[in-house]
Nanobody, 117 residues
Framework: QVQLVESGGGLVQAGGSLRLSCAAS????????MGWYRQAPGKQRELVAA???????NYADFVKGRFAISRDNAKNMVTLQMNSLKPEDTAVYYC???????????WGQGTQVTVSS
């Protein structure tokens, strides 16, 4: 079992930056692949960025060059640095922990990011 708690959301003007953090507890954090997803009103949840247990990263095309995901296994923490924010980045951002064998996936409660134009 993994518990995830996001923080760092808020209101920012277009062009600004935010840093989201996800604190994990309850299991061996380092063995999980971690990801940030977002869901805007009326839209499906979508992957924003992911970092594997080995540190490999993957980004959605719409955030490449603007967002950066990182993890600190010693602190059981994953962060998402978001720069050059756009109004279309407005959404609830969720932290996810997943592993394949055995199949497990966990979600945080989400944190709201609002980008004003």
């Amino acid at each position: 079992q993994v518990q995830l708690v996001e923080s760092g959301g808020g209101l920012v003007q277009a062009g600004g930056s935010l840093r989201l953090s996800c604190a994990a507890s309850g299991s061996i954090f380092s063995i999980y692949d971690m990801g940030w997803y977002r869901q805007a009103p009326g839209k499906q949840r979508e992957l924003v960025a992911a970092i594997s247990s080995s540190g490999s990263t993957n980004y959605a095309d719409f955030v490449k060059g603007r967002f950066a995901i990182s993890r600190d296994n010693a602190k059981n923490m994953v962060t998402l640095q978001m720069n050059s924010l756009k109004p279309e980045d407005t959404a609830v951002y969720y932290c996810n922990a997943a592993r394949v064998v055995p199949s497990r996936t966990y979600w945080g409660q989400g944190t709201q990011v609002t980008v004003s134009s």
